[in-house]
């Protein structure tokens, strides 16, 4: 490996690997700029051509050109080495496999995978019909490397084992699991893969390797449910609170357009690229962290979201936000039609998504946007302003600009300045010399008017259920059945972690009126519940029915039309 290391050097010298990272000017025999570590405005950062090393006053760091790859990328020295092997045009002559530690052999095992995943879909074509018909066009399909996983037991591993990868390597590599105590004592008494019938999307790291997949299951199974998305589990080469998909494509264009678009899925972020959008990124189904921000950060402090426009995307973007505001970065997020995604968007309406990603918000204005479309009373509207976006004001680290915003909020609510200060201050507290948000006041991210409601009239059925009021419990049921759907009803009676807080706010409600008015207090509950759902409803499909006038879609047009009357006459 020592004589590839020589051939990078001779080929490259250490100013051609710093100058994308750092604007160099020249200071006698060296060239200096501002450090990429740290904040600075007086340059303080060196670089010696004739040495081959770089020097960091403000921050003692240093060394060669692969120490600041490592540096600058978040990679290990074989990382460094393979990026840099490319840029010189040197190829890489790796150990054989007898000699190869075993995270070699892993990763070699997953380029194995993914070449075998690819040769499949092409003997598939109802995969590939799939993906054509979400709007993706082969060169994209070919270019990252999308595959298929048979829909059988040991198809995979059976095939690299032929190829003398080790059972123990694949169990390594996350493509094959051993049998879990249900099926030990089935035909299943070894390990057998882990994707079957899916999609198959190969997860890259900054250095071009494969690290990981998701897979997309391809035909459900009603007989035998299973998640639709799966991911790799981690290993030593895969961690999913810092992979981002798509990360070794984006990165210059996040350093050359200056911002980093962040969507939730594969298919998301694959008809971004194929439309222009060359800096997008995806979570890739996980939630966005800390990790996450900090690998966006080394190319950009400028991050925007596009996630999905129903309920749970802008929920999730309020995470996201939170997360990427306390690592002090720039946040704007594209505020899409109710319940479509930047897939449907970017396939069917292209020109609706660019409009969205254009017009961007900042997270305060776009969450006071949505709080402003759930149409609150006055007094509603500032408690849910004061709940949900305040924290956000807390989180921006430039005071200037937390002054800005400070004004903003103040200006929506019609309040004075000294107000929304006064409340700001109630976010805040100090230690040790810092101000920072406490993590108890961080709220969840908007509640429209009808999520609200829902979420009152469903604590009521939570609190008949523990008090065995059979009547009231069935009729409360019922309710929230007819006004929100069965599924979504089934949604919230699995989501157990949102259940404590539905009873007390329920209780509440109960006890701010005398028993004998507490009857009158839920009918009316139950009326909100209805009217607000009708909203809902309305404003979804006048939005569907905007999309279908941007695609010249009279059918479509016609049905939302008559919805649209149809709801009309049932709103009061």
Not at 99 to 115: I, Y
Not at 364 to 370: G, T
Request: with cysteine.
């Amino acid at each position: 490996m020592s004589d590839t290391v020589e051939k990078i050097k001779e080929r490259l010298s250490i100013k051609d690997v710093v100058e994308p990272y750092v604007k160099l000017t020249r200071a006698g025999k060296y060239w200096k700029g501002l450090s990429p570590f740290t904040k600075e405005k007086t340059a303080s950062f060196f670089v010696s051509p004739d040495r081959g090393l770089y020097h960091c006053f403000s921050t003692g760091k240093g060394g060669d050109m692969f120490t600041f790859i490592q540096e600058m990328e978040g990679v290990d020295f074989k990382g460094s080495l393979k990026m840099l092997a490319e840029k010189a045009g040197v190829q890489l002559v790796y150990e054989s496999p007898a000699k190869s530690d075993e995270r070699e052999q892993v990763l070699k095992a997953l380029v194995s995978a993914k070449d075998y995943f690819v040769s499949r879909l092409k003997t598939h074509t109802d995969a590939e019909k799939y993906l054509l018909d979400r709007g993706l066009l082969q060169k994209t399909i070919d270019e990252w490397h999308i595959g298929y996983s048979e829909n059988e037991w040991r198809a995979l591993s059976d095939e690299l084992q032929k190829q003398g990868i080790s059972e123990v390597i694949l169990e390594k590599a996350g493509l094959v699991k051993k049998p879990d105590a249900e099926t030990a004592g089935s035909e299943l008494k070894r390990p057998y893969d882990r994707f079957r019938g899916r999609v198959m999307f190969p997860i890259l790291d900054i250095s071009n390797r494969v690290v990981g997949f998701s897979g997309r299951v391809l035909v459900e199974d009603k007989n035998q449910p299973g998640a639709k998305y799966l991911n790799s589990p981690e290993t030593d080469v895969f961690d999913k609170s810092r992979a981002l998909y798509g990360i070794h494509v984006a990165r210059d264009g996040i350093r050359s357009l200056g911002s980093a678009l962040l969507v939730e899925g594969q298919l998301d972020l694959l008809l971004a690229h194929q439309a222009g959008y060359k800096n997008t990124v995806a979570t890739s189904g996980t939630a966005f962290t800390e990790k996450h921000a900090e690998l966006i950060k080394r190319y950009t402090q400028n991050l925007l979201i596009a996630y999905d426009g129903d309920r749970a995307g802008i929920a999730a973007a309020g995470r996201a936000a939170g997360i990427a505001l306390q690592a002090g970065m720039n946040v704007k997020i594209a505020k899409f039609p109710a319940g479509m995604d930047p897939a449907d968007l970017l396939s069917k309406t292209p020109e609706l998504f660019k409009t969205a990603v254009r017009e961007a918000m900042h997270v305060v204005d776009f969450y006071i946007s949505h709080i402003t479309d759930a149409k609150y009373d006055q007094r509603t509207f500032r408690l849910e302003v004061s709940r949900t976006v305040l924290p956000f004001v807390a989180l921006i680290p430039n005071k200037i600009d937390q002054a800005h915003f400070v004004n903003r909020v103040a200006q929506a609510l019609s309040v004075s300045e000294e107000a929304v200060k006064g409340e700001l201050a109630k976010l805040l507290k100090p230690t040790v010399g810092v101000t920072h948000v406490a993590s108890e006041k961080l709220a969840e991210p908007f509640l429209s008017r009808v999520d609200t409601i829902e979420r009152l009239v469903f604590g009521l059925y939570l609190l008949f259920t523990e008090r065995g009021a059979v009547e009231e419990k069935e009729k409360t049921e019922k309710v929230l059945r007819a006004t929100i759907g069965d599924s979504r009803f089934e949604e919230l009676v699995h989501a157990s972690e949102s259940h404590r807080g539905a009873l007390f706010e329920a209780d509440l409600f109960l006890t701010r009126d005398k028993p004998e008015d507490a009857r009158d207090a839920i009918a009316d509950a139950y009326a909100d519940l209805e009217r607000e759902a009708l909203h809902e409803m309305y404003r979804t499909t006048l939005s569907a029915l905007r999309i279908a006038e941007n695609t010249n879609d009279s059918e479509s047009m016609e049905v939302h039309m008559k919805e649209l009357a149809r709801l009309a006459t049932l709103i009061k």
